[in-house]
């Protein structure tokens, strides 16, 4: 068995960098430029800190050392001043400036770059008026509701040359880029097959009573780009499973195995999709919780499977993210499986790692190559600063995010036309001869929540 060591890996690409064909190129330190002087820091306007992820994201940049947070703007006033003290403290009792509406913070030219974590309805419009002002983005996946205003953001963010690194971090990985050169370098074989799993248990979405809006919530401006609707704390608790606001477990997990299948299988837009799901057990949500979908790519089947009654299927715990431990496959519920001529490739997101399994020998496994993981958070917050610094673009360039994106955008139209098979134009991305699925790949928008035809 070869084992692949992730600090031999990272002496023998480069002590600096680790590259691969493509332009993906991530530092190897990801705390390089910690100490920064404060006249140096990337000065960052957090939208969105309400989650657990735009809370998570200023301070895993802060304690860098080398970025500021100089605007706090989100919708819920309540969260302004436990977060601009949490961290005042962690950047020399600089106080951020609070917002409820992001948009007052876009005339300060001395902001380098948004941090955007809201719910994926307002990722794209977000993204947009940032580019417009002249602002880098750091955006989290989903990078888009629907999409033509995925599309939309691609646009802006070329038309006014800016970085936009999406949050799908597996591309940031030093596993996962020693992965794909394993795949590149052909030791897997040819792969016809790669099989995608989202696999969890979510609890059932109940609907309370329509009431108004907390005194703190500007709820007019959290439901933004999304039709008009009086407040229901199950809406703000519970969006990613209704669609006028998220595409389910498969745009708010599933993206993240989706987005690292298509980057190591090398492959851009489908010609088919099909995909059924249903909603098994009793919930008020709108999505399914099972899904099965199917991508035809030239020479290459691509499925992805889920489930959200499964509290069996595990996600990588801290111990398997930052240790040299792989999961246990069979239920490893975040996992891809690569099937080559020469064996299969089964890897973990997050810092899971990855083995390579040939035939067994006296009935029992044996493993031809692996290599261990850490969590990619780290390195990809690094790569977007660097990029932000260099003007290079990122290892999760916003046009890589949108194409996979895609995949999802077209699974979730067919299964919500029944299983419809689409056949997609690569050249367009539009679904072909069905005026129906192409209805549901934009939506229609309010004023003044508006994407515009011409960014």
């Known amino acids: 068995m070869s084992q692949i060591n992730r600090r031999s890996f990272l002496a023998r690409s480069g002590k600096t960098t680790v590259g691969l064909a493509g332009g993906i190129i991530i530092l190897a330190d990801a705390a390089s430029a910690r100490a920064t002087p404060a006249n140096d820091r990337l000065v960052l306007a957090m939208i969105g800190v309400g989650g657990g992820r735009g809370h998570s994201l200023a301070t895993g940049f802060l304690e860098r050392g080398d970025c500021e947070v100089a605007y706090i703007c989100d919708v819920n ?16 009792d600089k106080q951020p400036q609070c917002l409820t509406d992001f948009r007052e913070m876009l005339t300060d030219e001395s902001v380098d770059a948004a941090v955007i974590a809201t719910p994926p309805h307002w990722h794209a419009l977000a993204t947009i008026l940032c580019c417009r002002a002249g602002k880098d983005v750091y955006c989290e996946k989903p990078q888009s509701h629907n999409a033509w205003e995925g599309r939309q953001a691609v646009q802006a963010a070329r038309k006014y040359d800016r970085i936009v690194q999406i949050g799908t971090q597996n591309r940031s990985a030093p596993y996962n880029l020693a992965a794909k050169q394993y795949l590149v370098e052909g030791k897997l074989g040819k792969v016809h097959l790669c099989r995608v799993f989202e696999q969890t248990y979510e609890p059932a979405f109940e609907w309370g009573p329509d009431s108004e809006p907390p005194a703190t919530l500007d709820w007019e401006m959290w439901n933004g780009p999304a039709p008009a609707r009086k407040y229901n704390k199950a ?26 299948a298509r980057w190591l299988c090398g492959v851009d837009y489908p010609t088919t ?57 069979p239920q490893s519920g975040t996992r891809i499986e690569l099937y080559g001529e020469k064996g299969m490739m089964c890897m973990g997101r997050m810092g899971g790692g ?48 949108h194409r996979s994106l895609l995949l999802v955008h077209y699974a979730n139209i067919s299964c919500r036309l029944g299983g419809r098979r689409l056949q997609i134009d690569p050249a367009t991305e539009q679904i072909l001869n069905d005026a129906e699925a192409s209805r549901l790949l934009r939506r229609e928008y309010r004023q003044p929540w508006v994407v515009e035809e011409v960014v």
């Not at 608790?237 to 209704?242: E, G, I």
């Not at 067994?360 to 610094?389: A, C, I, L, W």
Request: aromatic residues 14%; charged residues 25%.
């Open 354 to 401: 990855w083995q390579v399994f040939v035939r067994t020998e006296g009935r029992q496994p044996v493993v031809k190559d692996q290599m261990h993981g850490r969590y990619p958070d780290p390195h990809h917050k690094e790569n977007f600063v660097q990029s932000v610094r260099n003007r290079t673009r990122p290892s999760a360039d916003i046009e890589e995010g």
């Open 235 to 260: 809406i703000h608790v519970q969006w990613r499973k209704l669609w006028d606001y998220a595409g389910g477990q498969m745009a708010y997990q599933g993206i993240h195995q989706l987005d690292l």
């Open 273 to 329: 999709v099909y995909c059924t799901g249903k909603r098994f057990a009793p919930s008020a949500a709108e999505t399914p919780d099972t899904q099965l979908a199917v991508f035809e790519f030239p020479d290459l089947y691509m499925t992805y499977e889920q489930t959200e009654f499964t509290p069996y299927m595990l996600r990588s715990d801290p111990e398997i993210r930052n240790g040299d431990i792989f999961p246990y496959w």
């Open 77 to 92: 006033r309540q969260l302004h001043e436990p977060r601009a003290k949490e961290y005042a403290a962690l950047q020399g």
